[in-house]
């Protein structure tokens, strides 16, 4: 069965389809699994619900959040999920992914302190005494760093999965030495704002994620497993030892790159199609001996195979699955890290295709012990209440749901502020015909 459109009309119509395609996808009526609160580092994370980092492109030239990035977060604090993963934000200008990425520095620390309380108290004002977590992913951007708009990659080494001008900046291992202390004081600083944690953003072929599928390249982060994992295995310790044990550190990792040998991280190196999770668990143990206790995990990346990292309905090329493959690959890669670490708090992804069918597919992988935490992005950008809907027992409407149609990141690629076009239209519809106004960009 190749790609389709999303079709369904009943949970049996998925599961159906699943069987015919030679997989299986758990599936529960149990809401009360989302109810669970969940513990890492000390630190309650007070229900099983989480929003996935979402950027919105939205921050001011200086990296500090601006009008619509209080909107966003607003909407999410009030929106009942217990664990709020905050977007992208670069620790140095050079590695920012567009000139309006958050980007954390000691002269806009007060900027994000304001945006910590501001999300503290709007869920406070939502829920009394509820208090979400809430982790600050610090990035490099590497080859997809476009500070002023252009692109200006940094690379870990040369891919023949993406287009190269010969312009590209090779990284040293002396500035990678360099970007540990930058990390390191970017952590600090979130937690001096009042964050819970920190992502040490490694996954969908950014910098860091680059690095961990470095075989290819040489020195002392690369080739070697001990190389290619040097990076962030030294930040992780950094941060560790200045911040303590009840500071969350964790990373959103690729579990799975799905690029050929001498490229791909977590890929079989026989046949790149299948995952190899050999080294994610090798490097999650090592990790885990760290303090880490949760993680949340990706695969693919937008920039070469979207329909791997997020399943799609409408997109910028047809992929040749049925995206129930790619929503059942998520679910089963990163359930198959769960089991491997129970005392991990892993938090699943790849739900938001399914629409209003979501909460019951997650509500098995909790269940069936796939995942401790369900995160949420592209929902939580169609509807940012999605967990007090689905706590509240009224589940997720259709009227509500995301649609996969892709045109949020539509807007991120032609250079606007994003956010949904469908659900959030009178503020995200204007910006996406500013920016995407060509006929392919709306069809």
């Known amino acids: 069965m190749c790609f389709k459109k999303f079709y369904y009309s009943t949970l049996q119509d998925i599961i159906n389809d699943a069987e015919a395609l030679g997989v ?15 513990k890492v580092n000390g630190v309650t994370i007070p229900n099983s619900l989480a929003v996935h980092p979402m950027e919105g492109c939205d921050a001011t030239s200086g990296g500090s959040p601006d009008e619509l990035t209080y909107r966003r977060y607003e909407g999410l604090a009030r929106g009942g999920a217990g664990l ?12 920012r992914a567009n000139p309006r990425q958050l980007w954390i520095h000691k002269d806009n ?18 829920m009394q005494g509820f208090r979400p977590v809430c982790i600050v992913q610090l990035t490099h951007s590497g080859r997809f760093s476009k500070p002023l708009g252009k692109s200006e990659p940094i690379i870990a080494y040369s891919s023949p999965y993406f287009s190269e001008t010969g312009n590209e900046h090779v990284i040293t291992d002396d500035e990678l030495e360099k970007l540990e202390e ?6 600090y600083l979130a937690w001096k704002a009042g964050f819970d944690g920190v992502d040490i953003k490694s996954c969908h072929k950014y910098l860091m994620s680059e690095l961990l599928g470095g075989f290819a390249r040489k020195g002392r982060y690369g080739e070697t497993f001990e190389g290619r ?17 009840n500071f969350i550190i964790t990373t959103r990792m690729n579990a799975y790159d799905g690029f050929k040998y001498p490229y791909g991280w977590g890929t079989d190196k026989e046949d790149y199609r299948r995952l190899d999770l050999e080294e994610p668990k090798k490097l999650i143990s090592i990790l885990n001996s760290s303090g880490v206790e949760l993680l949340n995990l990706s695969m693919g990346t937008p920039y070469y195979s979207p329909h791997i990292n997020r399943p799609f309905n409408l997109g910028g090329y047809v992929p040749d699955e049925h995206p129930l493959i790619g929503v059942t690959r998520l679910i089963d890669g990163i359930g198959e890290v769960q089991k491997a670490f129970p005392d991990i708090a892993v938090v699943g992804t790849g739900y938001s295709w399914l629409r209003e069918f979501a909460p019951y597919i997650a509500a098995g992988s909790l269940e069936n012990g796939l995942a401790k935490i369900i995160g949420f992005g592209r929902q939580a950008f169609a509807n940012p209440s999605f967990a007090k ?8 409407t259709k009227e509500k749901s995301c649609i996969a149609c892709g045109k949020c990141s539509d807007i991120m690629r032609a250079g606007g502020s994003t956010g949904c076009v469908v659900r959030d ?4 519809l204007p910006i996406f015909k500013k920016y995407c106004a060509s006929k392919d960009s709306v069809s």
Do not use: C, H
């Open 109 to 126: 620390l007060s900027d994000f302190q304001k945006l910590s309380e501001e999300i503290y108290k709007n869920s406070e004002d939502s």
């Open 425 to 428: 239209s009178s503020t995200y």
């Open 84 to 95: 709020i993963w905050l977007e992208a934000t670069a620790v140095v200008p050079e590695g």
């Open 182 to 187: 930058n990390f390191e004081e970017a952590a």
């Open 24 to 38: 299986k996808l758990n599936y529960s009526n149990n809401i009360d699994l989302f109810r669970k609160p969940v």
């Open 389 to 396: 809907d689905i706590l509240s027992g009224s589940i997720m």
């Open 229 to 245: 994992t040097r990076l962030l295995t030294n930040v992780v310790r950094r941060v560790r030892s200045r911040l303590g044990s």
